[in-house]
């Protein structure tokens, strides 16, 4: 898909996220805004899946370690054909299967249950070894938040996959420098990544991550530098695509009202 194909598909996805997060009357929003450009090139352009069999030995594993932004890797999946696009509608819903975070053993499509953050990246970890044991040719990619970083499992993670040279390894940053309650640099400034994820021995590189043509060369096979694992720092913004959210702490768990939302979905519509 061409980047501006790719752009299409996020404001899609975007828009039926915000549905989503407004009609249950709860959601990561902000995040989910931000992550969701990331989640699209990676969907419609990277990763070598099959909706009708996402169980197959040699598919791509991708792993939503921020997994309180759940809601948009749902409706990512439901347009990628995993799951039913009207079963949306019941996201948080009693019985849903799509509940806060993402469930392996309920959704087709996610490859680890994730919530409690920092343990996306050690899985991933764990799956790339695989991968390597089998001489299997698959990849797998991991996204997290910049304030899980604070989390040490990831750097422990990290560690381990520059000592076995996990170049089918990609972890993505999503650096839009808000956590819940605060900025990044008024918690535990891990930033700036690059200069640290090199000193451990990683290819490093910065990127807009709402920049569908730079998401897509960043994540391709011909970007693997032999022998390390890739993080890409993805320049991001909380509530992109909001005029009222971007960039906004408040906005990491919060729904609009009727008037808020009205405004987030004409702007979003006139992004087309």
């Known amino acids: 898909m ?12 975007r828009r039926r996220d915000l549905q989503a997060v407004f009609e249950a009357g709860a959601g990561h929003i902000g995040g989910e805004m931000s992550v969701t450009d990331i989640l699209t ?3 419609f352009r990277i990763l070598s899946i099959d909706p009708a069999n996402p169980d197959a030995p040699d598919r791509d594993r991708l792993i939503l370690s921020k997994g309180h932004t759940a809601c948009a890797l749902y409706v990512t999946l439901a347009e990628k054909g995993f799951i039913p696009k009207d079963e949306i ?5 009693p019985h849903s299967r799509l509940n806060g975070h993402p469930n392996r053993t309920k959704v087709p499509g996610v490859e680890a249950n994730t919530g409690p953050l920092g343990h996306g990246l050690p899985i991933g970890v764990g799956m790339a070894m695989a991968a390597k044991l089998d001489k299997a040719d698959w990849r797998t990619f991991v996204v997290t938040g910049d304030g899980e970083m604070q989390e040490g499992s990831n750097w422990e993670a990290i560690m381990a996959a520059s000592q076995f040279r996990l170049d089918n390894l990609t972890l993505i940053i999503d650096h839009n420098r808000l956590q819940q309650g605060a900025r990044l640099s008024d918690t535990n400034d891990v930033a700036p990544f690059a200069p640290k994820l090199e000193a451990f021995g990683w290819a490093v590189e910065e990127i807009d991550g709402h920049d569908m043509a730079a998401i897509s060369a960043a994540l391709d096979r011909s970007a693997i530098t032999p022998g390390k694992p890739k993080c890409i720092v993805a320049h991001t913004f909380k509530g992109q695509g909001i005029s009222f959210m971007t ?7 919060k729904v609009p009202s009727a008037d808020q939302y009205k405004q987030a979905m004409s702007e ?5």
């Open 2 to 13: 061409t980047p501006n194909e790719l752009r299409v598909i996020a404001n899609h996805i």
């Open 41 to 43: 090139a990676l969907y």
């Open 89 to 93: 509608s019941t996201f948080l819903k």
């Open 247 to 253: 960039d906004d702490v408040a906005w990491h768990h």
């Open 268 to 272: 979003l519509e006139e992004a087309l």
